[in-house]
């Protein structure tokens, strides 16, 4: 079993910064890929970021391409998100997830997801 917490998240202004962290415990794979989803109000979840096992290789939504990062540091279990130049539709909950998959996974058919971290980008 893996467990998976977020941390990071919070209300922002329009514009803002925010870097989640998700760090991985228990059963971890060796060689595991990690993502991040989010799921607004009345919304189906969506794919936000990607990377795969060695950071090597990331993926973004179209929707936060070039304003959100993805990393990782595997000595510590733990990826990260950076968000930057928020916008109010970014506000959602943010759900890591991690796969027994050496490239990236953009699907929801992940092995683990976390509980999520509400992210709310005010006006």
Do not use: H
């Not at 506000?91 to 991690?98: L, S």
Request: net charge neutral; proline share 1%; glycine share 12%.
């Amino acid at each position: 079993q893996v467990q998976l917490v977020e941390s990071g998240g919070g209300l922002v202004q329009r514009g803002g910064s925010l870097t989640l962290s998700c760090a991985a415990s228990g059963r971890i794979f060796s060689s595991y890929a990690m993502a991040w989803f989010r799921q607004a109000p009345g919304k189906e979840r969506e794919f936000v970021a990607g990377i795969s096992w060695n950071g090597g290789d990331t993926d973004f939504a179209d929707s936060v391409k070039g304003r959100f990062t993805i990393s990782r540091d595997n000595a510590k279990t733990t990826v990260y998100l950076q968000m930057n130049s928020l916008k109010t539709e970014d506000t959602a909950v943010y759900y890591c997830a991690v796969t027994n998959a050496i490239g990236v996974v953009t699907s929801l058919n992940q092995d683990y997801w976390g509980q999520g971290t509400q992210v709310t980008v005010s006006s």
